[in-house]
């Protein structure tokens, strides 16, 4: 099945839910709304003629400017088909949370702790929702936000040093 | 005062005795074991927080993050040319398959095609790579289990191929020789030569390797039936590379999507079938005769050419013509100052190291640095079936479960 086929194969099977479809150097980036996510996943993993069955990444993408402000990008490969099919949703910042996908691919659980440990997006029935990269008790926000300085919080700044002469 | 000796009294609970419910029942509890961060067989700073009954593993929850680095944040601050020196920190044992993986992204994002020559180049210095890889990972594994000859036998020849990668880019580990668009420098005659002597003086190597290990009833009896786990686990799990194929799922980016040198060269790819923990050493001794076989091919169909693409926009001049071509010197400044201008778009590329697929996800809105850059690592996807695949063995199973992985810290905190 070529790109464009599965493309408009989804276009058909899901008419309402699906947002656009981009083909770019050879990948195929699906976007969906965020309620049926799962529902698309789901069709992705379980249908014989997708049989989307390995989960490759769970990524993440920040724009600060768009009223849907983050991206969760999903991206699954077939092995059987040799093929891979990029999926992806946006979440508001005031109410970001998506469906797990835990319960279709069992690797997407450390997968989505990571998204939510480095960008705040939680992940609805998702069995074990902690911090996994940083620290248990951290609550200075969520690193790859685009809002997290990139080069410090300015403190280093505010050392004072002491005058070469006066030493 | 007197002590009631709880050691010496002698407890018979028979449930087909009611009268043994009188005698006082033996109490008991899971016990809580927390492996690491700071121990030698973790391979790194990893910590497992072990349940326990008795000595098998109830559950296990690993804990990352202690070499968290925020490789991924700091990519967005530096240009597309400067992240290749992170790459190296990743998994710093391979340091020259990262920097593959994260040029190939590069080059897919900015649509670059890369000469001939200089694929044949990357594809004996990435299989070389393997080698190193491979002969870490079972040096380290054997030492595990306590098989301590097999270590020093493989950090020797390792040590050969070491050397000859600080003669090729001067630095044994922290490379950084692939470029966007080509490689660094082309291999010396002198090079050429010592690695043409090492492919002879392996092969034989290799099976003294396998000699040591496979009559070494206690390092067998540890290795076989443990850590199983089933295909389509595997597959669900996302695990990739010998960890995936030991369960005998083919699944090779070499093959699956042919790239470099890799579909001009004849080479297979081993499958396991029970997948534990000896199939998963099986393939990796399999690839390392496959990557000689690999090396070999590559040197007879080499020809002469470029090594480096001419995209004077997006890759670097040589370095002779930096010293004494003004141009060349204001290209390379501006390339390195401001970067290339990459078009807006998302990429994701996958490349099979040796630990499995290694792939760089990146979206770029234009302009020199990469608005979002994500690792696919190997070492932590792995570490995710890590609590699947421990539950029933003993502790020390644990222990060749990580090295059965190949995990390394820097790759899996990032």
Same mark, same amino acid.
């Given at each position: ?10 276009? !058909? ?6 947002v656009?479809a981009?083909?770019w $150097?050879? /990948?195929?980036?699906v976007?969906?709304?965020? !309620?049926?996510?799962h529902?698309?996943?789901?069709y992705l993993?379980?249908d014989p ?9 769970v990524?993440s993408v !920040? ?5 849907e402000?983050f991206?969760?990008? +999903?991206e699954?490969y ?11 949703t946006?979440?508001?910042?005031s109410?970001c949370i998506?469906?797990?996908?835990t319960d ?6 450390f997968?989505e702790?990571?998204?939510?440990d480095?960008?705040g997006?939680?992940f ?5 929702l902690? $911090?996994i990269?940083m620290? /248990?008790?951290?609550t200075?926000g +969520?690193?790859?936000?685009? !809002?997290?300085?990139? $080069?410090?919080?300015g403190?280093?700044d505010t050392?004072e ?6 030493r | ?8 009294t002698v407890?018979?609970v028979?449930p ?5 419910? @009188?005698l *006082? @029942?033996?109490r008991t509890e899971?016990l %809580? %074991?927390? &492996?690491?961060p700071?121990?030698p ?17 109830v559950?296990s929850? *690993?804990?990352?993050g202690?070499l968290?680095r925020?490789?991924?944040?700091l ?5 597309y040319h400067q992240?290749i ?9 391979c340091?020259m ?7 190939r992204?590069?080059e897919?994002l &900015?649509?670059? @095609?890369?000469p001939?020559?200089a ?5 004996i ?5 393997r080698?190193?890889g491979?002969?870490?990972?079972l ?6 289990i ?5 270590f020093?036998y493989?950090?020797?020849?390792r040590?050969?191929? %070491?050397d ?5 880019c001067g #630095?044994?580990l ?7 668009g080509?490689?660094?420098r082309?291999? @010396?005659?002198?090079l ?6 090492f492919l002879d003086?392996?092969? *034989?190597?290799?099976?003294e ?7 070494n ?5 540890r290795?076989?039936g443990?850590a199983?786990i089933s295909?389509?686990?595997?597959v669900?799990?996302g ?5 995936l194929r ?9 093959? #699956?999507?042919?790239?470099? #040198?890799?579909p001009?060269c004849e ?7 029970n997948?534990?923990?000896y199939?998963?050493y099986w ?5 390392l005769?496959?990557s000689v076989?690999i ?7 080499m020809?002469?050419?470029?090594i480096?693409?001419d995209?004077?926009s997006?890759?670097l001049? *040589?370095?002779q013509r930096?010293?004494?071509n003004?141009?060349?010197m ?5 390339l390195?100052s401001?970067g ?6 998302e990429?994701?590329c996958?490349?099979?190291?040796h630990?499995g697929?290694l792939?760089?996800y990146?979206?770029?809105t234009?302009?020199?640095k990469?608005?979002?850059?994500k ?7 792995? &570490?995710?079936?890590?609590d699947?695949?421990?539950r ?6 644990a222990i060749?479960l990580?090295?059965s992985y190949?995990?390394?810290m ?5």
């Amino acid at each position: 099945m070529s790109l464009q086929q599965l493309a408009s194969q989804l276009q !058909d099977t899901f008419p309402v839910g699906l947002v656009k479809a981009v083909e770019w $150097r050879g /990948d195929l980036a699906v976007t969906v709304t965020r !309620d049926r996510l799962h529902e698309v996943a789901q069709y992705l993993h379980d249908d014989p003629a997708m049989d989307f069955d390995y989960i490759v990444h769970v990524s993440s993408v !920040d724009w600060p400017d768009d009223e849907e402000r983050f991206e969760v990008v +999903y991206e699954f490969y077939s092995i059987k088909k040799r093929q891979r099919i990029r999926l992806k949703t946006r979440v508001p910042e005031s109410d970001c949370i998506v469906d797990s996908l835990t319960d279709l691919w069992k690797g997407a659980d450390f997968m989505e702790r990571e998204v939510y440990d480095m960008m705040g997006i939680r992940f609805r029935h998702h069995p074990d929702l902690r $911090r996994i990269l940083m620290p /248990d008790d951290y609550t200075e926000g +969520y690193p790859l936000r685009k !809002d997290f300085p990139l $080069r410090g919080k300015g403190w280093r700044d505010t050392f004072e040093f002491l005058d070469e002469t006066a030493r | 005062m007197a002590f009631e000796d709880q050691r010496t009294t002698v407890y018979k609970v028979d449930p087909a005795h009611p009268e043994s419910e @009188t005698l *006082p @029942t033996l109490r008991t509890e899971e016990l %809580l %074991l927390n &492996m690491g961060p700071q121990h030698p067989a973790t391979h790194g700073v990893l910590k497992v927080i072990l349940e326990l009954e008795g000595e098998r593993l109830v559950k296990s929850t *690993p804990v990352l993050g202690f070499l968290h680095r925020g490789v991924e944040k700091l990519a967005e601050d530096g240009t597309y040319h400067q992240f290749i020196p992170h790459t190296d920190r990743l998994d710093y044992v391979c340091a020259m398959y990262n920097n593959f993986a994260y040029c190939r992204a590069v080059e897919k994002l &900015m649509n670059i @095609t890369v000469p001939d020559r200089a694929e044949y180049l990357r594809t004996i210095v990435a299989e070389v790579q393997r080698i190193i890889g491979h002969q870490f990972w079972l040096g380290t594994q054997a030492l595990d289990i306590g098989a301590m000859t097999v270590f020093f036998y493989c950090f020797r020849d390792r040590e050969i191929l %070491l050397d000859w990668f600080d003669e090729l880019c001067g #630095a044994r580990l922290t490379t950084s020789w692939y470029r966007i668009g080509g490689v660094e420098r082309d291999l @010396t005659s002198s090079l050429l030569d010592k690695l043409k002597q090492f492919l002879d003086y392996f092969p *034989p190597k290799i099976d003294e390797y396998v000699i040591f290990l496979e009559t070494n009833r206690i390092w067998v009896a540890r290795t076989k039936g443990v850590a199983v786990i089933s295909a389509e686990d595997a597959v669900s799990f996302g695990l990739s590379g010998p960890t995936l194929r030991a369960s005998g799922v083919d699944y090779d980016l070499r093959k #699956a999507e042919p790239y470099s #040198a890799y579909p001009k060269c004849e080479f297979s790819v081993p499958l396991g079938k029970n997948g534990d923990t000896y199939d998963r050493y099986w393939i990796r001794v399999q690839e390392l005769y496959e990557s000689v076989k690999i090396i070999r091919q590559c040197l007879e169909q080499m020809q002469d050419g470029p090594i480096m693409a001419d995209v004077p926009s997006v890759t670097l001049p *040589p370095k002779q013509r930096v010293f004494t071509n003004l141009e060349s010197m204001i290209q390379q400044f501006k390339l390195f100052s401001q970067g290339f201008d990459a078009p807006p778009g998302e990429i994701y590329c996958g490349t099979e190291a040796h630990k499995g697929e290694l792939g760089f996800y990146i979206v770029s809105t234009g302009g020199g640095k990469p608005y979002r850059l994500k690792i696919r690592a190997p070492s932590f996807i792995h &570490m995710g079936a890590f609590d699947h695949m421990s539950r029933g063995y003993m502790i020390a199973d644990a222990i060749t479960l990580f090295g059965s992985y190949d995990i390394v810290m820097g790759e899996c905190d990032r």
